[in-house]
């Protein structure tokens, strides 16, 4: 289904982007977020803004929706009355909706999702996947500089990864049997795009030509340092770990995420030249990627 376009609407139609985690979605929802009135008023796609701003954080993704029905735990999920989704998903005939969050939907949920909210039969997932090394790499650069966890690559692979790993097919199947179509657009095209993440994806999406002169350009968004920066970024941690007790105990998930997000982008900037970290487990990985059933077998 890679590279499947849209025909032309006559009925109401959902497209909801789901991710994957780390393939420039923040970049394009930003980008969505601030011409949401320029797709509106162009190609009557609705993205829906005012559907971000039902948390109390600012989103530029419709994260609230998808921490309410699928992630009650989360730091900021609220409670949202789903009939003012409903209300919104009537008003218009193409709906643009983005978390990376639904993809930890059940097949349940997304039975359930469809019923709460009216959805309309046509209806569709967008997926954005990239080589597998990459991702888990990108994956476990954010986890290190968000202070999630502390392992060193290999064990990050090993213990996190790969007992969690499930292909692109796997992660699709329950929204193509409740109903979804699936458009799969590749992580590499779309960063190597001359136009910017949010248009390669509308203009992929919906088969449409973006007007670049009326487009408001955010830039990118949530970029990790380079692994050598975070590996000593992760040792410099476990070191002070070790030598005193943890000063962010008492601090909120969201404020340790932040200072660790600020530590980590601070040791870039050191102008000291650190040496290449020590290896890194990079080939082990790698190999081991080599020898397991294709991710992307969709």
């Given at each position: 289904m890679v590279g499947h376009r849209l025909s032309s609407i006559t009925d109401s139609e959902l497209v909801l982007h789901i991710g994957l985690p780390k393939t420039a979605t923040t970049s394009i929802q930003d980008n969505l977020f601030e011409n949401s009135e320029y797709l509106l008023h162009a190609f009557k796609i609705d993205y829906h803004r005012d559907l971000c701003n039902l948390a109390e954080v600012k989103c530029t993704g419709h994260h609230p929706l998808a921490w309410d029905l699928f992630n009650p735990q989360h730091e900021h999920r609220k409670s949202i009355d789903h009939l003012t989704v409903?209300?919104?998903?009537?008003?218009?005939?193409?709906?643009?909706?983005?978390?990376?969050w639904f993809v930890q939907a059940s097949f349940k949920q997304i039975t359930e999702l469809v019923e709460l909210w009216q959805l309309p039969s046509r209806r569709k997932v967008v997926i954005v996947y990239r080589d597998e090394f990459a991702h888990v790499k990108s994956l476990w650069l954010?986890?290190?500089?968000?202070?999630?966890?502390?392992?060193?690559?290999?064990?990050?692979?090993?213990?996190?990864?790969?007992?969690?790993?499930s292909t692109l097919k796997q992660k699709c199947q329950r929204w193509l049997n409740n109903g979804f179509d699936v458009q799969v657009i590749?992580?590499?095209?779309?960063?190597?795009?001359?136009?910017?993440?949010?248009?390669?994806?509308?203009?992929?999406?919906?088969?449409?030509?973006?007007?670049?002169?009326?487009?408001?350009?955010?830039?990118?968004?949530?970029?990790?340092?380079?692994?050598?920066?975070?590996?000593?970024?992760?040792?410099?941690?476990?070191?002070?770990?070790r030598l005193s007790s943890n000063k962010l105990s008492s601090r909120k998930t969201a404020e340790k995420l932040a200072l660790h997000n600020k530590c980590c982008t601070m040791l870039e900037k050191v102008t000291l030249l650190l040496p290449n970290s020590p290896s890194l487990g990079l080939d082990v990985v790698q190999r081991d990627i080599s020898q397991m059933p294709p991710y992307y077998d969709f």
């Open positions: 409903k209300e919104h998903l009537a008003t218009a005939q193409r709906h643009l909706l983005s978390s990376e954010q986890a290190v500089k968000m202070g999630l966890t502390f392992l060193p690559f290999e064990q990050f692979y090993f213990q996190r990864y790969k007992p969690n790993r590749n992580f590499e095209e779309l960063i190597a795009n001359e136009s910017s993440p949010g248009i390669y994806f509308v203009e992929t999406v919906y088969n449409i030509k973006v007007d670049g002169s009326q487009w408001i350009e955010t830039g990118k968004s949530n970029v990790s340092p380079s692994i050598n920066i975070v590996e000593y970024y992760r040792r410099l941690v476990c070191m002070i770990d």
